[in-house]
């Protein structure tokens, strides 16, 4: 793999991350368009790892609340907010260890990977007929997120898309399930790259600056996609994003089927 490929994957996974269109499916496509096979999972770990970043440094205040208040300090909300996020992230967190391979399979084929990301522009079409509610987020439907989430390791569904998705049908107020949703894929991304962690230290001779390129340009063009997220939530615009993924879809089916 190349520096000029890596940043290629890097400027897909920053763009792709966070906006409801699904950056792993995404990078599937691309790399069969490239003819770029890195190694095992290694490369799109580390590219997640830079839009982790992105999720620490746009949220950073938020995160120092919710570190201290699992020390004992912050407020009440500030822990109920940990245990909403500790149930949201259960769903995804049992299936990766259950069907981990089965997962990693799917990473390899960029058809279904095509039809998953027609799914997603229908959940996120559905939006567009919800009403959006001024509900608080609870354990119900931090769970509910937390299995939109789930679905959502398959390569070609949106993590962004089915969580924000799941929190506007269960009528949460849109601002606090952008937030949450963006809050919710700390521990699950973090998890992922925990549980593959062997992988990334053991990167193939020579391909350290390739890795490091590609994470710099997700980390920067993630950070710039969580403004663009928020701001379309907020303005009810989210629908606005199915008809890319519909046209993503069908342009990978008419390329790869």
Known sequence: MSYFEAIVLGIVQGLTEFLPVSSSGHLVLVQEL???????????????LGTLIAVFVYFRAEVKRLIRAAFGGGTGEDRKMILWL???????????????????????????TSWELIITGGILLATRFVRHGDRPITA???????????????????????????????????????????????PAVAGAI??????????????????????????????????????????GKFDYFAYYCFAAGALGLYLFA
């Open 34 to 48: 490239l003819g770029v096979n890195p190694p095992g999972i290694s490369f799109e770990l580390v590219l997640h």
């Open 194 to 235: 925990l549980l593959d962690a062997d992988e990334i230290v053991h990167v193939s001779d020579g391909m350290g600056g390739q890795y490091l390129a590609g994470a710099l340009v997700s980390f920067g063009l993630g950070l710039l996609s969580v403004y663009v997220v928020l701001a379309t939530v907020k303005r």
């Open 86 to 112: 500790i149930i949201g992230t259960i769903p995804a967190g049992v299936l990766g260890i259950l069907f981990k391979d089965f997962f990693e399979e799917a990473f390899a084929s960029p058809v279904s």
């Open 140 to 186: 119900l439907s931090s769970f509910i997120m937390g299995c939109g989430q789930a679905i959502a390791i398959m390569p070609g569904i949106s993590r962004s898309g089915t969580t924000i998705a799941a929190g506007l049908f269960a009528r949460i107020k849109p601002a606090q399930v952008a937030e949450f949703s963006f809050l919710l894929s700390i």
